[in-house]
């Protein structure tokens, strides 16, 4: 077979995994084993078809259920249609880790339960800090105008001494 027949050459809309995924798995898979880019291609294309027909297949069987979005048990039937039974008990494992691995994330995206400090305390101690920061709020607006004031007070200070001094300086002159 030549490389055209094993390898067709790839249209823009044709959908394929990342060279760079297959590339990882097959330096993961045999990491004392040279490939060559043909033998990567074809492994790429049979990557690609396999995909298609399980999805293919798996939409079959959500079609025949009236569905509209194919689920897990449709892609785990497809495999069994299509004889594929050895590679269903792996898909099954997989799914389970999956979803023990999501069940674990929901679990510990819920943070007020893992403090481990009751609701109501959580929310005393929120009050304290807004009260807090309330308190610091109007200290800062109370040494702003205390500031502003001591700044008019001078500088009404400064104009009648001013002032004072044009007078003493006007009587000087007679």
Same mark, same amino acid.
């Given at each position: 077979?030549?490389?055209?027949?094993?390898?067709?050459?790839?249209?823009?809309?044709?959908?394929?995994?990342?060279?760079?995924?297959?590339?990882?798995?097959?330096?993961?898979?045999?990491?004392?084993?040279?490939?060559?880019?043909?033998?990567?291609?074809?492994?790429?294309?049979?990557?690609?078809?396999?995909?298609?027909?399980?999805?293919?297949?798996?939409?079959?069987?959500?079609?025949?259920?009236?569905?509209?979005?194919?689920?897990?048990?449709?892609?785990?039937?497809?495999?069994?249609?299509?004889?594929?039974?050895?590679?269903?008990?792996?898909? &099954?494992?997989? @799914?389970?880790?999956?979803?023990?691995?999501? $069940? !674990?994330? %929901?679990?510990?995206?819920?943070?007020? /339960?893992?403090?481990?400090?009751?609701? &109501?305390?959580? @929310?005393?101690?929120?009050?304290?800090?807004? $009260? !807090?920061? %309330?308190?610091?709020?109007?200290?800062? /607006?109370?040494?702003?105008?205390?500031?502003?004031?001591?700044?008019?007070?001078?500088?009404?200070?400064?104009? !009648?001494?001013?002032?004072?001094?044009?007078?003493?300086?006007?009587?000087?002159?007679?």
């Amino acid at each position: 077979m030549s490389h055209d027949e094993l390898c067709p050459p790839a249209d823009d809309d044709d959908l394929t995994l990342p060279r760079a995924s297959i590339n990882k798995m097959i330096k993961e898979l045999v990491p004392s084993i040279r490939v060559a880019n043909d033998s990567r291609e074809l492994i790429l294309n049979c990557c690609t078809e396999f995909i298609h027909l399980i999805s293919s297949e798996a939409n079959e069987v959500c079609n025949q259920r009236n569905k509209k979005t194919i689920n897990a048990e449709h892609v785990l039937e497809a495999l069994d249609r299509l004889g594929f039974t050895d590679y269903k008990n792996d898909a &099954e494992a997989v @799914l389970n880790d999956c979803k023990a691995v999501a $069940a !674990k994330r %929901r679990r510990q995206s819920t943070r007020l /339960e893992n403090l481990g400090i009751p609701e &109501e305390e959580l @929310l005393r101690q929120q009050q304290e800090l807004f $009260a !807090k920061a %309330r308190e610091e709020q109007a200290a800062a /607006e109370q040494a702003q105008w205390m500031m502003a004031a001591v700044q008019q007070s001078t500088e009404a200070m400064h104009k !009648k001494m001013k002032s004072q001094l044009e007078e003493d300086s006007d009587d000087d002159e007679y």
